[in-house]
């Protein structure tokens, strides 16, 4: 059925699917042959929508449709206008980030159908670490995509008109925000019907996560500057299922929560999603390589960040670039600069500690988990994730560096 503000909208099914696509002419040359010769397989992974891949003898695509409610629970009711999000998102970070994306290739404003590269022979990150890969190109490439499609949609480079103006398209993903709103930053605070977790034993841990006052007190700031600190046009939801990853090819999928916020949330939610692999985990260096791998995040997105910042206001001149308040002192550091960075860090492990929280007793649990073969070992691994989690929340704003915030992963 349609809904009454889309009323040309239709669930596509397979056959829907091949016959929207014939009726394109440039997505059925990119396939190439007839469409009898085409193949469409379901990949849907996310909680939100239906996602087909199909493949011809040329090449293939990715197709992916809203529909009017939660993928997983169809009695959650929801507008179709999440795949417009994410096909603004990708056209305005594409040419930012070419080869970390996907290209937009086409959306239909009426079935709300979005169509991207396909990406034959990549993988779910998350998946892929589950199966125990090691491909260390995937992190430094996160923290590059973060560095330029933050950086880049910021009025650190761009006339601040532009950026307000981008800002207010965003600033409509409303049913999105108030996703991440309730399922990330308040549910898992209080008592709610979305929790959940499979043993009382979490019970004395979420009571200290919810009791503590310095806990509380890190809570409510991080959700207040998510909704109050538009630093850049974030993805939104850069956990390691919006990853596709090979050996050698990162690129990050699934914008469609993209909004203004502050730039540490999308690094937050990616290191928080590392950790909960690390308490997934029991190889021996498992701690080790964490750390590293987090610590070569931070230092990779911190070097690209102020590589963009120090070429877009190059010399001390008040009244070149878009936001000339930000140029370097003489010696080409800034404490306008250093301050900046010092709060994406503290968002950074703020958020972190609330995307491990959220997974573990929210709405939306990770398979991460999954792969622990007894009842108790996973009890275990996720009581000591929270009891991390809270202890990061009640240290906020005091962990001057990844040594001092995540050093402890190593012990756990
Ligand atoms: C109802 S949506 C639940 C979660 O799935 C998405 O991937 C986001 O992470 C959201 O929080
Ligand atoms: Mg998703």
């Given at each position: 059925h349609a809904p009454p503000n889309a009323p040309r909208y239709r669930t596509l099914d397979m056959p829907g699917i091949l016959a929207f696509l014939s009726g394109l002419p440039d997505l059925a040359a990119r396939l190439g042959g007839t469409r009898a010769q085409w193949t469409i397989r379901e990949v849907s992974d996310g909680n939100l929508n239906n996602v087909f891949?199909?493949?011809?003898?040329?090449?293939?695509?990715?197709?992916?449709?809203?529909?009017?409610?939660?993928?997983?629970?169809?009695?959650?009711?929801m507008p179709l206008d999440r795949t417009f999000f994410e096909a603004s998102y990708l056209r305005d970070i594409h040419p930012l980030v070419p080869g970390l994306t996907?290209?937009?290739?086409?959306?239909?404003?009426?079935?709300?159908?979005?169509?991207?590269?396909?990406?034959a022979g990549h993988a779910v990150y998350?998946?892929?670490l589950m199966s125990g890969v090691d491909w260390p190109r995937v992190v430094p490439d996160i923290a590059t995509f973060v560095a330029r499609a933050t950086f880049g949609t910021s009025v650190l480079s761009e006339p601040f008109e532009r950026v307000f103006d981008r800002h207010a398209v965003y600033a409509r993903n409303q049913t999105l925000q108030r996703i991440t709103l309730d399922l990330v930053l308040d549910?898992?605070?209080?008592?709610?019907?979305?929790?959940?977790?499979?043993?009382?034993?979490?019970?004395?841990?979420?009571?200290?996560?919810?009791?503590?006052?310095?806990?509380?007190?890190a809570v409510d700031a991080l959700r207040l500057r998510f909704l109050t600190c538009p630093q850049a046009l974030l993805h939104g939801d850069l956990h390691t299922g919006s990853i596709m990853a090979t050996a050698t090819d990162t690129r990050v999928i699934d914008g469609e929560f993209a909004i203004y916020g502050p730039i540490g949330f999308d690094c937050g939610m990616f290191v928080g999603n590392l950790v909960l692999r690390r308490f997934a985990d029991f190889s021996p260096?498992?701690?080790?390589?964490?750390?590293?791998?987090?610590?070569?995040?931070?230092?990779?997105?911190?070097a690209e960040f102020t590589r963009l910042w120090a070429a877009a206001h190059p010399t001390p001149s008040a009244t070149s670039g878009p936001c000339a308040f930000f140029v370097p002192d003489a010696d080409g550091a800034s404490p306008?600069?250093?301050a900046f960075v010092r709060a994406v860090f503290d968002d950074m492990v703020g958020y972190c500690a609330m995307e491990i929280i959220?997974?573990?007793?929210?709405?939306?649990?990770?398979?991460?988990?999954?792969?622990?073969?007894?009842?108790?070992?996973?009890?275990?691994?996720?009581?000591?994730?929270?009891?991390f989690a809270c202890g990061l929340l009640d240290a906020h704003g005091t962990q001057g560096d990844v040594e001092a915030a995540f050093g402890?992963?190593?012990?756990?």
């Open positions: 891949v199909v493949d011809g003898p040329r090449g293939g695509v990715c197709v992916k449709q809203s529909l009017p409610h939660v993928r997983v629970d169809p009695s959650w009711k996907t290209r937009c290739l086409h959306f239909d404003p009426d079935l709300f159908v979005l169509v991207v590269e396909s990406l998350r998946t892929a549910d898992p605070y209080h008592d709610h019907p979305r929790n959940h977790w499979d043993d009382v034993r979490l019970d004395d841990v979420v009571g200290r996560i919810r009791t503590s006052p310095a806990v509380r007190r260096d498992a701690g080790r390589r964490c750390v590293a791998e987090i610590a070569r995040f931070w230092d990779t997105f911190v306008g600069r250093t959220r997974r573990i007793i929210g709405y939306a649990h990770t398979a991460d988990f999954d792969v622990i073969p007894t009842h108790d070992a996973r009890t275990e691994r996720r009581r000591a994730a929270l009891s402890a992963l190593v012990r756990e």
